[in-house]
């Protein structure tokens, strides 16, 4: 029976990709994608949305730990990681940023399949649950982290991927003062040196398309000398 769930593969070895993409092929699997690079990989994902992610952790312009972040930015689709580091350390560094499973090369190709389709068989025992995982409502917002969309009482509001990613952590900490420095960790992916002005500049830009007077904002609030913070109205008791 043919499988609908969309797979991307990122790996710089050609071989690793065509098996695993032959096999996964063979097992059901009609939509799988691949990629040879970090940047190639966030765009594809981008694109394809896929519903689970095969991620090698060295890659040729980038490390798979860079993409994760990237993708948990986002997304909570499975992320599998696919590596030669065999240390424990690695593997702990890839399950404590974001990954759901760490394999280790070389491998069984049918293995990774079976692992596959264990991690589909868990999220499909409560699809409402698992789709409303992908769904954050605050206020007249409703952002869809698969679809990579925001409404706002309704309409689609066009966001960058960064912008998008720096929304998506507000929304999940509403009310909460975060500093500059912690967004720029959790969106950018990697520790923040002096660049409040990234974050500022995005802000900014984010208060363009979603607030009525980004002057004055009403939802993604300064708390001076703190950071920022989304804030909505907290339900009358």
């Known amino acids: 029976m043919p499988l609908s769930q969309k797979i991307l593969i990122v790996d710089d070895e050609e071989d690793i990709l065509k098996l695993l993409k032959t096999v996964l092929i063979k097992e059901g699997f009609e939509h799988v994608h691949t990629a040879a690079t970090a940047n190639e990989g966030w765009l594809q994902f ?30 909570n689709v499975p992320i599998f990681f696919l590596s030669a580091k065999t240390e424990e350390i690695d593997k702990i560094l890839g399950f404590a940023i974001g990954g759901d499973d760490y394999i280790t090369k070389p491998f069984s190709p049918k293995e990774v399949a079976y692992r596959i389709k264990a991690r589909f068989r868990r999220t499909e025992v409560a699809p409402d649950e ?62 923040s040196f002096g660049y409040d002005n990234t974050v500022m500049v995005h802000i900014r830009r984010l208060r363009e398309k979603i607030e009525e007077d980004p002057s004055n904002p009403q939802y993604l609030v300064t708390v001076k000398g703190l950071g920022y913070k989304f804030a909505l109205e907290e339900p009358a008791r």
Not at 53 to 72: A, H
Not at 145 to 160: A, R, V, Y
Request: charged share 35%.
């Open 46 to 75: 981008q694109d394809k949305q896929p519903d689970l992610v095969i991620l090698d952790i060295m890659l040729p312009d980038g490390e798979g730990y860079d993409v994760c972040k990237q993708i948990r930015s986002v997304s």
């Open 130 to 191: 698992d789709k409303n995982q992908h769904e954050l409502k605050a206020g007249p917002f409703e952002l869809d982290e698969q679809k990579f969309e925001l409404k706002k009482n309704g309409e689609i509001i066009e966001l960058k991927p960064k912008e998008l990613g720096l929304l998506t952590y507000l929304l999940k900490h509403p009310n909460r003062i975060i500093s500059k420095e912690s967004l720029y960790e959790q969106v950018w992916g990697e520790e």
